[in-house]
């Protein structure tokens, strides 16, 4: 079994800066990616951000330049750090991952709230 656990939400005023984690934990043998994403209230789940086994990034048109994916250390953690937050980056934030063994299957965090608010 693979839990993912997400931390770091809150509220913020714009302009503000967050940083999420994840922590993955379980029978993890190899990662394929991992991911961030968001969902806002009355709109569709959407991708912010995804990292490679390779440490490639992709990141969303919206928030690119202001958020930065990164893997940490301890290889099955996950960040993102968020920058210059606007009020429309207002949702809940999930982590993902893709996984490749010891089977493929992809995870999904509890979800982390983010509020940016004056």
């Known amino acids: 079994q693979v839990q993912l656990v997400e931390s770091g939400g809150g509220l913020v005023q714009p302009g503000g800066s967050l940083r999420l984690s994840c922590a993955a934990s379980g029978r993890i043998f190899g990662i394929k990616s991992m991911a961030w994403y968001r969902q806002a209230p009355g709109k569709q789940r959407e991708r912010v951000a995804q990292?490679?086994?390779?440490?490639?990034?992709v990141y969303a048109d919206d928030v690119q330049g202001r958020f930065t994916i990164s893997r940490g250390n301890a290889k099955n953690t996950m960040y993102l750090q968020m920058d210059s937050l606007k009020p429309e980056d207002t949702a809940v934030y999930y982590c993902?991952?893709?996984?490749?063994?010891?089977?493929?299957?992809?995870?999904w965090g509890q979800g982390t709230q983010v509020t940016v608010s004056s």
């Open positions: 990292i490679s086994s390779g440490s490639s990034t």
């Open positions: 993902y991952m893709e996984l490749l063994a010891p089977a493929r299957d992809d995870y």
